[in-house]
């Protein structure tokens, strides 16, 4: 057992980890010009937290473009691969959070909307494969984010109880996952202007200013202070 006790952790990864939004906007800005759609990144900012597939599928519809999402997705992949691998930056508090988490033994998954090729490369890339090895892409449940699926596989490959989870999410159809799965949740808005976001409202700790308020110690300290559920 961790020193946190029965507690396993959670973490998203795209918005939460690492910064990878520049470079899912600048891939999904090219596949949509490619269609004659300009893609600011205001519109951006509405997809944040959504699956992949989920987001493909919107654009789909509301844009008229007349490819099968699983063809948008193996373009988008494409690029963003591309920009990930050229500059992907992990917020360094959360690395020291990983770090400290891993060496205290403290089980972590790692639960995504994005694809595994996507997430593999973006963990390789920056390391952090050394300490996140359990991972599940949205791709392989049923229902991305909102639905709890994504959480609860990856509580289940870590042979952790839902109850004794604790996710950190930085959009709200995540933390709403999070709920739904009937864990925790350190909610950490990317966009802080969505703070005040329902979803949020049901997060152990908000961190209203992001990753600006977020510190290691501090997200350490809020675990320390709980106390395994009972089922």
């Not at 973490?11 to 893609?39: I, K, M, W």
């Not at 917020?91 to 403290?106: S, T």
Request: one cysteine or more; proline letters at 5%; hydrophobic letters at 45%.
């Amino acid at each position: 057992m961790s020193d946190l006790g029965g507690i396993s952790v959670i973490f998203d990864l795209d918005g939460t980890l690492v910064d990878s939004e520049p470079n899912y906007y600048g891939a999904s800005r090219e596949l949509l010009a490619e269609h004659g759609v300009e893609y600011t990144w205001a519109e951006n900012e509405r997809y944040v937290g959504i699956g992949t597939q989920e987001t493909l599928a919107t654009w789909k519809d509301r844009y008229g473009i007349g490819v099968p999402v699983a063809e948008l997705l193996t373009e988008l992949d494409r690029r963003y691969l591309a920009l990930a691998r050229a500059d992907t930056h992990v917020f360094p508090e959360m690395r020291k959070f990983v770090e400290r988490l891993h060496g205290a033994g403290v089980p972590m998954a790692v639960a995504s909307g994005s694809s595994r090729p996507a997430i593999e490369a973006i963990l390789s890339g920056t390391g952090l494969d050394a300490f996140l090895t359990t991972v599940v892409s949205a791709d392989e449940v049923a229902h991305g984010k909102p639905a709890p699926d994504v959480f609860l596989a990856a509580a289940a490959l870590l042979g952790a109880d839902p109850a004794d989870c604790v996710v950190l999410e930085d959009a709200a159809p995540g933390a709403t996952a999070a709920h739904a799965a009937g864990m925790r949740c350190i909610a950490i808005p990317y966009v802080t202007a969505h703070a005040d976001a329902e979803a949020f409202a049901s997060a152990g700790l908000l961190l209203r200013g992001g990753q600006a308020d977020f510190t290691a110690q501090g997200a350490w300290d809020h675990l320390a202070s709980l106390t395994p559920r009972q089922p």
